[in-house]
């Protein structure tokens, strides 16, 4: 189910995924994702479909995950339960680390120090890269795949894992 802008209101989406998740001080935790773009979109129902390319997030709801796409002034979502969820897939993209002998980066690495920290002083572009990771959802009535940039994989690991739908992560 596609809903348009106009549609877009509480009284539609409350009965399918419940209610908006609220930050919480005490317990602080995401309330939903970074911006993917949207590369390929099937559906069983062939009658609407979200254009290609659109910057897609996620929103938390209690009961599911909300979707939301923009593609220049147009704005879609669709409601995703956690029940029709099958299976997300997270693809890391791949990693390509050349440090140079007399960097920091260099250092740091034979420090022991992770490369998740250490490529943050890398002082040229050859000397760490990541390609951009893809994420694939599966529902009962979707297929949907996306892309992201590389370097946000492991916050977004963390984020699908709280939801209660199967993750898978390859690395």
């Excluded at 549609?7 to 539609?12: G, R, S, Y």
């Excluded at 602080?28 to 609407?48: D, H, I, M, V, W």
């Excluded at 740091?108 to 490369?115: A, F, T």
Aim: hydrophobic share 40%.
């Amino acid at each position: 189910m596609i809903i348009s802008e106009k549609e877009l209101h509480f009284k539609v989406i409350e009965p399918l995924i419940g209610i908006p998740v609220n930050f919480s001080y005490k317990n602080p935790k995401s309330l939903g994702s970074t911006s993917y773009f949207l590369k390929k979109f099937s559906s069983n129902a062939e009658t609407q479909k979200l254009r290609i390319n659109s910057k897609c997030n996620f929103q938390l709801y209690s009961k599911g995950v909300l979707l939301k796409a923009f593609y220049s002034t147009e704005v879609k979502a669709i409601p995703l339960p956690f029940k029709d969820i099958t299976k997300i897939e997270l693809i890391r993209g791949e990693e390509f680390v050349n440090p140079i002998f007399p960097s920091i980066m260099w250092f740091l690495l034979k420090l022991g120090v992770s490369i998740l920290i250490a490529r943050y002083f890398s002082l040229r572009l050859n000397q760490y890269s990541i390609e951009d990771m893809e994420m694939k959802i599966t529902t009962s009535e979707y297929s949907i795949l996306f892309t992201a940039d590389g370097h946000l994989f492991e916050s977004q690991d963390r984020l699908f894992r709280k939801l209660p739908v199967n993750v898978i992560s390859q690395f």
